[in-house]
């Protein structure tokens, strides 16, 4: 997943700067790669390496559970910034999701504290836009960043979502791994997987809970 973020995210940069001079333009010599911890570093790492870009523990993770799943408690907390090695410099943050975007938030406002020139917030998942019910159960669509977002500009094209999700964030940018990116990743069948939480696609019939998910367009 890290690989394919990396080979879309180098597209994309390319795009942008032979179309426009709108883009954002990366100074290789003063971009670096910051895991966030834990479950983003594995990614984070090939990621690093398949750009050719060094990798730095920009962050420290202080507190084990799982804010997102308590409500929040302590996100404050859950991250200290090492501030010498990211003042000055461009970031490539790197997660591997961003389910409602309140820890992202807050790393990134931390990270700006410290000095960071740029902070660029890259998920190794694609957005996620509709609520999970199966495992991990994020029930409540109207807490997802991806879908407050989308929701607020329904005909957004998929670089304008990730825009108004910057903003909402405080990144420079946002940048998310397709979902057929994800699935090349994975190297299992499309079809044999559960997809649900970013393309709305349920593969087991869940009655009453889904009635009320809005879905939108998707986009691969």
């Known amino acids: 997943m890290g690989i394919e973020t990396a080979r879309e995210f180098l597209s994309e940069i390319k795009s942008e700067n032979q179309t426009n001079n709108n883009g954002l ?15 983003g570093k594995h990614a984070a790492h090939s990621l690093a390496n398949e750009l050719k870009l060094p990798i730095v523990a920009g962050l420290m993770k202080n507190i084990a559970r799982r804010t997102f799943i308590d409500g929040g408690a302590g996100i404050d907390d859950k991250f200290s910034v090492i501030s010498k090695a990211v003042q000055g410099k461009d970031l490539l943050v790197v997660d591997d999701s961003i389910v409602r975007g309140n820890t992202s938030k807050i790393i990134i406002s931390k990270l700006r504290e410290a000095g960071a ?20 159960d994020t029930p409540d669509q109207n807490k997802l960043v991806a879908a407050k977002a989308k929701k607020a500009n329904p005909n957004s094209s998929p670089k304008e979502l990730n825009q108004a999700i910057a903003e909402e964030l405080g990144a420079n940018k946002v940048f998310y791994l397709s979902i057929n990116g994800l699935v090349k ?7 044999k997987l559960n997809l649900a939480a970013f393309n709305g696609e349920y593969p087991v019939e869940l009655g009453n809970k889904t009635r009320s998910v809005k879905q939108y367009a998707t986009i691969a």
């Open 25 to 39: 333009s990366l100074n290789l010599q003063n971009t670096v790669v910051v895991p966030v911890y834990e479950s």
């Open 117 to 136: 020139k740029s902070v660029t917030l890259i998920s190794t998942a694609p957005p996620v836009l509709y609520p999970d019910f199966y495992g991990i």
């Open 185 to 191: 990743a994975i190297g299992i069948e499309k079809d």
